[in-house]
């Protein structure tokens, strides 16, 4: 039985690792900031999983905590998931996404650099560190230029993975996630945002979602699979560094009508921009509208994803089409309105 400790263990990726290593037999040290509130902790007790956890007081702004920490609980595995975790909040918040997501992690790596047992740590990088490449594909060799602080901030944390490994022979990973979704979302999402907003139309709770740019495309995943791609690479003997994606590129459009489907609307598109609009087609009703203050202040095209290094090192691809990710999201919010 391994000592498993995840930073961040509150958030959705930290919620599917802890699960996931619990099944595997693990004991699990969950890394939180903060008390423990119900509402903080609905992800946990969604999944049944709150009880078998051993929560501890870890604060990435706190160097000395975090040594403190580790050395006491000697984990065989770190997963740093915690981090200021929206794209789009990182524009209003650009000093302290930098000091948790970027010298937080440097914090948890010049632990790992001076323990005696050798940790295997996983840092979760983001498809954000590419920014604005004209590469037609992004893989792990592909050039970074991000734009925005949430990826400038990742982009510190990856490079500094590397160069750990480089200069002190640190096992530090890093997974390059790509969009990677589920029920346990955060609202502040615009995934999360479409289906919970959908699930309240069909009951009546709201009349009309608004959007910003529907052209925008992503490569989304389930998060579920994305747990394991990041608990095959900490395996490994050595670390390094993977682009964890499905490879399909699909817009804001599709996914809402994707969404509007499992949730029993028809949408017909009209128009374009921010005129464009969502009808369902069998009642007209206006489903879904655009707001320009949704729009990112800067939002670059993204290309298809190579996968390839992941599926033939780590064996992996993922097992939730986006068809399914989208219809369990749709479900469960109905299923909370039904509560």
């Known amino acids: 039985m391994a000592k498993v ?8 990726d930290g919620a599917y690792l802890a699960q996931h290593a619990l099944e595997h037999g693990h004991e699990v040290i969950g890394g939180a900031r903060g008390e423990l509130t119900d509402e903080r902790l609905w992800r946990l007790r ?3 999983i709150a009880d078998q956890i051993a929560f501890i007081p870890f604060d990435l702004g706190d160097s000395a905590l975090i040594e403190q920490q580790i050395k006491q609980h000697r984990p065989d595995f770190i997963f740093n998931m ?64 991000p734009k925005t602080p949430y990826g400038a901030t990742k982009l510190f944390a990856h490079i500094m993975a590397e160069a750990y490994r480089a200069s002190y022979g640190t096992f530090v990973s890093t997974g390059i996630l790509f969009n990677h979704e589920s ?14 907003s959908l699930a309240q139309i069909k009951a009546g709770q709201q009349d009309t979602v608004y959007l910003g740019n529907l052209d925008a495309r992503r490569d989304w995943s389930h998060a579920r699979d994305f747990v394991e791609a990041m608990w095959r690479i900490v395996q490994l003997p050595q670390p390094d560094n993977f682009v964890i994606a499905s490879g399909r590129l699909v817009s804001v459009r599709d996914f809402t009508s994707m969404a509007a489907a499992r949730a029993g609307f028809d949408l017909v598109w009209e128009d374009h921009g921010v005129n464009e609009k ?53 479900d469960f919010e109905l299923q909370q309105i039904k509560h």
């Open 46 to 48: 969604h999944l049944g």
């Open 5 to 12: 400790l995840i930073t961040g263990v509150l958030g959705q």
């Open 278 to 330: 969502g009808f369902d087609r069998k009642t007209g009703k206006l489903i879904v509208g655009v707001d320009p203050v949704f729009y990112r202040p800067y939002d670059p095209a993204q290309p298809k994803v190579n996968t390839g290094k992941a599926a033939s090192v780590l064996g992996w691809t993922p097992q939730t089409t986006l068809e399914e990710l989208v219809g369990e999201m749709v």
């Open 183 to 196: 029920p346990l979302r955060g609202e502040n999402f615009v995934t999360r945002k479409i289906t919970k």
């Open 82 to 145: 915690a981090a200021q975790s929206s794209v789009g909040d990182s524009f209003s918040t650009p000093l302290a996404t930098a000091e948790i997501g970027g010298m937080g992690a440097l914090r948890i790596f010049e632990v790992a650099r001076w323990a005696d047992w050798a940790p295997h740590v996983f840092q979760a990088s983001s498809s954000e560190i590419f920014g604005c490449i004209t590469d037609a594909q992004h893989t792990e060799d592909s050039s970074f230029n």
